[in-house]
T-cell receptor
């Protein structure tokens, strides 16, 4: 069992739909990263958060450290949001050595 | 464009070849990483360099040899690889003040 679990593994949506991707972890993570990987491999960091909620455009990330759970929401989804979304956290406090989830593959159809 | 540049983008090599992957960043970051991404598996951390010093070798076979000559450049030297080493190799750097991570586009490696 991976220490960082994501659900769902695959997700399809119609343009405009509200998307939620979940991340649960079993280790004592102090902060969590959400990453976006497009076909071709390039990875972009979306958020790094240690508490509460962060918003960037149509993307919202929330985290509950006590419950060891984070969610990534996409409002008004668009085909260009199609990508693999990955959550990752440091193995312990004050470390930059990350553990990664297996990713959620999102496809948004027009 | 993330500011982290990797070359080459694609590499095909035989098991007896020696090749090197290059990573470059001029973002002023002092932490650089090599990750391996195999199909259907999470990204795996291979090596960590902080201020040019290797601080992590995540049980990586010696046929992978990293080199960090300065805080802007990171190499991964490859020799006598196996077909199961075929994967996407990603370089990343981190701004340690805010822990924001920047990835290169990766090198898609095929070992024949």
């Amino acid at each position: 069992k991976n220490e960082v679990e994501q659900s769902p593994q695959n997700l399809t949506a119609q343009e405009g739909e509200f998307i939620t991707i979940n991340c649960s972890y079993s280790v004592g993570i102090s902060a969590l990263h959400w990453l976006q990987q497009h076909p071709g491999g390039g990875i972009v960091s979306l958020f790094m958060l240690s508490s509460g909620k962060k918003k960037h455009g149509r993307l919202i990330a929330t985290i509950n450290i006590q419950e060891k759970h984070s969610s990534l929401h996409i409002t008004a989804s668009h085909p260009r949001d199609s990508a693999v979304y990955i959550c990752a956290g440091p193995r312990s406090y004050n470390t930059d050595k990350l553990i990664f989830g297996t990713g959620t593959r999102l496809q948004v159809f027009p | 464009e993330t500011g982290v540049t990797q070359t080459p983008r694609h590499l095909v090599m035989g098991m007896t070849n020696k090749k090197s992957l290059k990573c470059e960043q001029h973002l002023g970051h002092n932490a650089m990483y090599w990750y391996k991404q195999s199909a259907k598996k999470p990204l795996e951390l291979m090596f960590v360099y902080n201020f040019k010093e290797q601080t992590e070798n995540n049980s990586v076979p010696s046929r992978f040899s990293p080199e960090c000559p300065n805080s802007s450049h990171l190499f991964l030297h490859l020799h006598t690889l196996q077909p199961e080493d075929s994967a996407l190799y990603l370089c990343a750097s981190m701004d340690l003040t805010n822990e924001k991570l920047f990835f290169g586009s990766g090198t898609q490696l095929s070992v024949l």
